[in-house]
């Protein structure tokens, strides 16, 4: 049982390259998120999934798509990267009727964008 | 104004110190609150969640939620320095899975 695995780990893009994010959970939960994490901001909804087929958007979610076509997996795709988008991301996984208070997080994804 | 304020600190205590994190939200149809840990270069850790009003307590841990003063607080009995962290306060309402964090309070347990 692995959790939520995330890769890379590491990424450097340049301003206007495109790359997806990965993000895997092997607890069949019906819930995942994508969150950004920037200092003195704390985490920061991006975009989330009730389940396959289904997302919606976050606090932040422009510059960023998403499609949720397994329970699995949720990649985050960054369409044309900017500086800004700088910052650690965080996939996250829950139960459906837990959401919130029963929430497992992956390692986080460290992304510069020069 | 943010939903949720978070003194992100630094904060440096003894070993053996009582430690008090603290939170305040403008929100008053939060429910759900959340304490998690996050150890640097890690994911947040779910430590511990209160639904609604009261006190819960978990080994040397303890969270209360006072929502007639949107205020809530962890509080870390005989503090170790394996609790050097960042903790992060979450919250949510009924509806609906969208969490509001803190910003974050980083704290330093000196051997």
């Known amino acids: 049982n692995a959790g939520v695995t995330q890769t890379p780990k590491f990424q450097v893009l340049k301003t206007g390259q495109s790359m997806t994010l990965q993000c895997a959970q092997d607890?069949?939960?019906?819930?995942m998120s994508w969150y950004r994490q920037d200092p003195g901001m704390g985490l920061r909804l991006i975009h989330y999934?009730?389940?396959?087929?289904?997302?919606d958007q976050g606090e932040v979610p422009n510059g960023y798509n998403v499609s949720r076509s397994t329970t699995e997996d949720f990649p985050l795709r960054l369409l044309s990267a900017a500086p800004s988008q700088t910052s650690v991301y965080f996939c996250?996984?829950?139960?459906?009727?837990?959401?919130?208070?029963?929430?497992?997080f992956g390692p986080g994804t460290r992304l510069t964008v020069t | 104004q943010k939903e949720v304020e978070q003194d992100p600190g630094p904060l440096s205590v003894p070993e053996g110190a009582i430690v008090s994190l603290n939170c305040t939200y403008s929100?008053?149809?939060?429910?759900?609150f959340m304490w998690y840990r996050q150890y640097s270069r890690k994911g947040p850790e779910l430590l511990m969640y209160?639904?609604?009003?009261g006190n819960k307590e978990d080994g040397r841990f303890t969270a209360q939620v006072d929502k007639s003063s949107k205020y809530i607080s962890l509080f870390i009995r005989d503090s170790q320095p394996s609790d050097s962290a960042t903790y992060l306060c979450?919250?949510?309402?009924?509806?609906?899975?969208?969490?509001?964090f803190g910003q974050g309070t980083e704290l330093s347990v000196k051997p």
């Open positions: 209160t639904y609604s009003s």
């Open positions: 999934s009730v389940g396959a087929g289904i997302t």
């Open positions: 607890m069949n939960h019906e819930y």
């Open positions: 979450a919250m949510k309402n009924n509806q609906g899975g969208k969490l509001i």
């Open positions: 996250a996984s829950s139960p459906l009727d837990r959401v919130g208070y029963e929430q497992y």
């Open positions: 929100n008053s149809a939060f429910q759900y």
